[in-house]
């Protein structure tokens, strides 16, 4: 009887301990490990534990998968595939994660979906490259069983309640390339994009389920590999702030203006092909395939490493919307001077700096034109008066704006018994358009050769006549006051579809113009100081390419549009100031401070420029806005690519907010 009951007490025992023990043995992800480096092929793995040996399927998760965690999901993961598991064990598999190519990237969120005895999985690992300590994206071994203490972070499980909806299927990505999410660090300039993830070992068998988010805050060695719960609402740190960011409304934008494309309307890019290959597919006549591998280009800057020409990846999907329109803008010559700038700036960023290179001190940065100006601050309430004076029909009071004409040869003024020529054009104007409204967008002051320019799109309504353009207003300070010596209009025409659109949604000056690439911060600076010199407001940004790479880019001011940026390219190329200039779309920059004064302004940018920080002045006014002076430090074709820039901003002590200007 004692035999007996001790039998039993020991079977009640054994079966304790496995129900408390089985658990850890329940159906989940573990850790990622990854043996690649930053630029070389990806190369990782991880493990799944299943309850028991019945099938199961694991996919990388797809948009619908990314929504459930609050992300959108980056074109990097289409490079990335799933191999055939290795078995450890019955229950035990190690996935396998591949990609065909290097991929060059600071971090982004790897989402897996996996289905098992009527249950799904959704784990998120935070991939990204400690710079800091070395490009191993994750070092070999066990997590650190203690952690440095300012890196610390609490292993936990946290549940997040998902739509009740059945699981998706695990692969119905688009074939389109799908736009960058937010992410927690970045290094700025480093893009991928390709096709479509892959699946293996699809099963159906098994009916879907509700999903359940399992999130763990996980690091590792040198890898910094973490999930990070969206759920949660700790105290902000600094920078967390500097990091929020992102404008997911914009990106979300963007992602679904690529999956509203249709096919037609995109090209891929396949294994052994480049863009001009490409190019040369979309036949457009009488075009050369460089004007259309440019056009190609300015498209999609987005979906090329660092933004250049020549870093295109294969298998990327290209949107070849309006080409045929941009195309008549770019001319041969253009697109030369382009692909020239692009490959010179392409091979720096293969070159390793000098680490004894210690010549930065000996070039200073010289005050922006516009910094001179100062009287600029009553400019646009003058052209607000000179819009009224036309609306009025008050020819005199209008006449009073425009500088008088004077003789080629001398500076006396023409004979009072010849008619003043911008007297007699306005005076036929007014009688041929009689009671005329005008609505003017948003205005932008633009420095070119050392004269002012004030620029905004002018819509004319009369009963005989609406128009719809460009207008550019050259003025100069004469006898205490502000005159129109020249104004120029430019016809709206054609839109380029994508291209001005829908960066005009949300910016009203998405657009720079990228002058040139150097190899060190003196060289950037000297070519900033000779366009100053020039009347043109140049500023330098720093490109982080890796731990041991940095180059610096020149860019001149801000502008609405393509069109408008170009003709101060054309401008430069006149004066031979700049051969590679190239009006580019790069809408996104770091503003330091918004003030209400020339001298304000002035104040900060001295700031800046004392910490070796270049910065750019933005004089801007709305319809019915005051006149704006915003300080902005840097030019970036998406909001991650700042995060260099800002810890330097950071460290420095300065306030900062990531925009789109």
Do not use: C
Request: hydrophobic share 40%; glycine share 4%; net charge positive.
């Amino acid at each position: 009887m004692r035999k007996n009951l001790k039998t039993v007490i020991l079977i009640s025992t054994v079966l304790a301990i496995f129900s408390i023990a089985s658990p850890a043995f329940a159906f989940s992800v573990g850790d990622i490990q990854i043996k690649s480096k930053f630029g070389e092929i990806f190369d990782a793995s991880f493990e799944i534990i299943l309850d028991n040996e019945d099938t199961y399927e694991v996919v990388l998760g797809d948009s619908s998968d990314y929504k459930k965690l609050g992300l959108v999901r980056p074109s990097l993961v289409n490079l990335l595939t799933l191999e055939k598991p290795a078995v450890v064990s019955g229950v035990k598999k190690v996935i396998h994660i591949s990609s065909q190519s290097p991929l060059f990237f600071p971090s982004f969120n790897l989402v897996i979906l996996a289905k098992h005895n009527g249950g799904t999985l959704l784990e998120n690992f935070l991939v990204t490259v400690d710079f800091q300590k070395g490009l191993a994206l994750n070092a070999l071994g066990k997590k650190n069983k203690k952690p440095a203490p300012p890196s610390k972070i609490h292993t936990e499980k946290i549940e997040i309640p998902v739509e009740k909806e059945k699981a998706p299927q695990s692969n119905q990505s688009s074939g389109l390339p799908e736009k960058e999410e937010k992410k927690a660090s970045r290094t700025p300039e480093v893009e991928s994009g390709g096709p479509p993830s892959t699946s293996f070992n699809k099963v159906s068998a098994v009916a879907p389920t509700a999903v359940v988010s399992r999130l763990q805050s996980r690091r590792m060695l040198s890898g910094a590999i973490w999930a990070v719960p969206k759920r949660i609402s700790p105290a902000i740190t600094t920078q967390q702030r500097a990091q929020d960011f992102s404008l997911p409304e914009e990106e979300v934008e963007r992602q679904k203006e690529s999956e509203d494309l249709q096919p037609e309307d995109t090209i891929l890019l396949a294994k052994g092909e480049g863009l001009f290959t490409v190019a040369r597919k979309i036949k457009i006549k009488d075009i050369h395939p460089a004007r259309i591998a440019v056009a190609l280009w300015l498209k999609n800057i987005d979906k090329f490493i660092y933004g250049n020409i020549n870093g295109i990846q294969p298998n990327t999907r290209l949107d070849k919307s309006g080409i045929d329109k941009l195309v008549e803008k770019i001319d041969l010559q253009t697109a030369k001077n382009v692909l020239n700038g692009q490959l010179h700036e392409w091979k720096l960023t293969k070159r390793k700096s000098e680490k004894n290179e210690k010549i930065e001190a000996g070039v200073q940065e010289i005050p922006l034109p516009v910094e001179r100006m100062d009287h600029v601050a009553s400019i646009f309430d003058w052209i607000s008066e000179w819009k009224s004076s036309w609306e009025e029909n008050d020819i005199e009071r209008h006449i009073f704006f425009y500088r008088e004409k004077k003789s080629e040869n001398s500076s006396v003024q023409e004979s009072p018994a010849q008619e003043n020529p911008v007297r007699k054009r306005k005076k036929a104007l007014f009688l041929k358009f009689p009671n005329p409204r005008l609505s003017l967008s948003s205005k932008n002051l633009i420095l070119k050769e050392g004269m002012a320019w004030v620029v905004f799109e002018q819509h004319f309504f009369s009963e005989s006549l609406k128009s719809r353009g460009a207008k550019e207003v050259r003025v100069v300070r004469e006898n205490g006051t502000w005159k129109i010596d020249k104004e120029k209009f430019y016809a709206e025409k054609n839109k380029v579809a994508g291209l001005h659109d829908s960066l005009r949604r949300k910016n009203k000056f998405p657009f720079v113009i990228h002058v040139s690439s150097h190899s060190n911060k003196p060289d950037a600076i000297s070519a900033s100081n000779n366009l100053r010199k020039n009347g043109y407001d140049a500023y330098t940004a720093p490109v982080r390419v890796s731990k041991d790479i940095q180059i610096y880019r020149v860019y001149i001011s801000r502008f609405a549009n393509w069109d408008q940026a170009h003709r101060v390219v054309q401008a430069l190329r006149g004066k031979r100031l700049a051969g590679h200039a190239t009006a580019i779309p790069y809408p996104f920059t770091l503003r330091v401070g918004e003030v209400d004064s020339i001298v304000k302004a002035r104040q900060l940018i001295e700031k800046l420029r004392l910490k070796g920080i270049s910065s750019f002045l933005s004089v801007s006014s709305g319809e019915l806005e005051s006149i704006k002076f915003e300080v902005f430090v840097g030019a970036f074709k998406k909001p991650d690519n700042a995060t260099w820039l800002m810890q330097r901003l950071e460290q420095e002590g300065f306030d900062f907010k990531q925009i789109s200007p």
